[in-house]
Every structure is written in C-alpha cells, then in structure tokens.
C-alpha cells in the first residue's frame, strides 16, 4: 500500500470506530475506560495519527463481545448487537451518573456533540484555531453559533482537557494581527 491508500484505510477504520462509539452511545472516555486503554490512543486512532493495533481491535471487541478483528475488515458490517452487550450494559449501570462515558447523557443535537464528532474526532484541532476560524468551519457545515456560545463551548472543551488554550493577540480576518488578547485552541499532541 502507499501512502495515500494507507492514509484512506485508516479514515476507514476511524470512521467504523466512532461507529462504534455512536452504537454503543459512549464517549471515548467510556470506550476507554470499559477497555481499560488510555483516551489517548482512542484520540489518535480517531484522528488518523495512528493506525489501529490487533491488541487494541481485540481488546475493543472482547470489551463489546464481538471479534474486533472485523474492525480491519471495512467490507464487514460492525455488529449492531454490541449496544446490548452483557459488557456495555453492566458497563452502563455501574456508571450510569458519569456523564463523560455516555453520550446519551447529552442529545445529538447539542452544539458540544457537533463539535466533537465534525471537528475534534476528525483532527481538526491539531492546528491551532481562533475562535472566529472554528465559526468558519462550522458555518461551512451548516451550523452558525453566536460566538459568546461557541467561546463557551470551546472552554468547556479545554476545562475537560479535550483541547487546549493560550491568550494570543487577536489574528484578523483579512491578515495582520490586532491589539486585543483572545484564546487560540488546539488539540493536544497525543502519542
């Protein structure tokens, strides 16, 4: 394989994962944790920066009861019966009020949700980003936030330690930088 055919299967094998986060309604700190595998190697799958382990696949699969070796296989529907797995359900009601391991703590609709899957799972954050560039971005995907809401969803991200923050003078639109102070976030490097 090259490059770019390594580049497009891996894509693949990040999308089937956050299907399977979607299916199973958890949150990589639920998938990481039901694992026992660090957040980070879920980010860096999911974000392309590191192509999946048999171990991890296994490990992912014997969590869910499924054989996690069809994870590679992109041919082969990920079983919809996992979000009924013994595991996952004994999973969901040992941790039933930790809200960072369940989706369906929050709706799909909520503006966090959004930019979790269409802009953090997808690498989007490992450039660093102003404010009004993330407005941008979500605009081109059809959603507009205010931008008092967008900052404040943006520090909850860095509150719970999902990207990171430093004051920065205010980079303009049109080029040049401006006199005032704003927050510049990105994705921690994971590894």
């Known amino acids: 394989?090259?490059?770019n055919s390594d580049l497009?299967?891996?894509?693949?094998?990040?999308?089937?994962?956050?299907?399977?986060?979607?299916?199973?309604?958890?949150?990589?700190k639920g998938i990481?944790?039901?694992t026992g595998k660090s957040i980070d190697i879920f980010y860096a799958v999911i974000s392309c920066r590191r192509p999946l382990s048999q171990d991890l696949a296994r490990v992912i699969?014997?969590?869910?009861?499924?054989?996690?070796?069809?994870i590679f296989d992109i041919n082969t529907p990920i079983p919809g019966a996992i979000k009924k797995s013994s595991n996952l359900l004994q999973f969901r009601r040992d941790h039933i009020n930790n809200k960072d391991f369940f989706i369906d703590t929050w709706t799909n609709d909520k503006?966090?949700?959004?930019?979790?899957?269409?802009?953090i799972y997808t690498g989007y954050f490992s450039t660093p980003r102003y404010?009004?560039?993330?407005?941008?971005?979500?605009?081109?995907?059809?959603?507009k936030l205010d931008s008092d809401l967008l900052s404040k969803q943006l520090k909850y991200f860095v509150k719970k330690g999902i990207?990171?923050?430093?004051?920065?003078?205010?980079?303009?639109?049109?080029?040049?930088?401006?006199?005032?102070?704003?927050?510049?976030?990105?994705?921690?490097?994971?590894?």
């Open 32 to 34: 990481a944790a039901i």
């Open 61 to 70: 699969g014997k969590s869910l009861n499924f054989d996690g070796s069809i």
């Open 8 to 28: 497009n299967y891996n894509k693949k094998i990040s999308e089937r994962i956050v299907y399977i986060l979607d299916l199973t309604e958890l949150e990589i």
């Open 111 to 119: 503006d966090s949700v959004f930019i979790k899957k269409h802009l």
């Open 163 to 191: 990207l990171e923050s430093k004051k920065v003078d205010l980079k303009l639109n049109k080029g040049g930088f401006g006199k005032r102070m704003v927050d510049l976030y990105w994705q921690k490097k994971r590894t």
């Open 131 to 143: 404010a009004w560039e993330v407005n941008r971005k979500l605009e081109h995907l059809g959603r």
């Open 1 to 3: 394989m090259n490059n």
